[in-house]
């Protein structure tokens, strides 16, 4: 049921950001991380993490740090499990971070990642 259950949550709290419900979406995120790291589910874990970095940079104002932490954590563990979504979402969602927080070296670097990644994967953005 964990196998079904976690990714909803996940797709749920996707949903709510997107219909600007940043509370909602938190706690929904929030939820899953847990319900992850409980069950064992470290590529939901991974991809849950990378949300959360997008709430928290999506906040207004921006919580730089948070954001960082939670994008960081999922590099990390994307990177150990072999997700290249997660990790060109995640140095996208850097690039972006790190660009409205005036930090242009950084934020140049990691959406050069993102780009590379993107169009490794053959993903049509633009």
């Known amino acids: 049921m964990m196998a079904v259950y976690s990714p909803a949550l996940v797709s749920l709290s996707t949903?709510?950001?997107l219909a600007g419900r940043p509370a909602d979406a938190l706690q929904s995120a929030e939820r899953v991380l847990l319900l992850s790291r409980t069950h064992k589910q470290r590529g939901v874990e991974a991809d849950t993490l990378r949300i959360l970095g997008d709430i928290h940079?999506?906040?207004v104002p921006s919580?730089?740090?948070?954001?960082?932490?939670c994008y960081r954590e999922a590099?990390?563990?994307a990177s150990e499990l072999g997700m290249p979504?997660?990790?060109a979402h995640c140095h996208?969602?850097?690039?972006?971070l790190y660009h409205g927080a005036g930090k242009r070296k950084e934020a140049q670097d990691h959406l050069i990642a993102a780009t590379t990644?993107?169009?490794e994967m053959n993903v049509q953005f633009g």
């Open 63 to 69: 919580n730089v740090e948070a954001a960082d932490r």
């Open 117 to 119: 990644m993107y169009r």
């Open 75 to 77: 590099l990390s563990l």
């Open 57 to 59: 940079a999506r906040q």
């Open 85 to 87: 979504p997660v990790l």
């Open 92 to 96: 996208f969602g850097l690039g972006n």
């Open 15 to 17: 949903v709510y950001g």
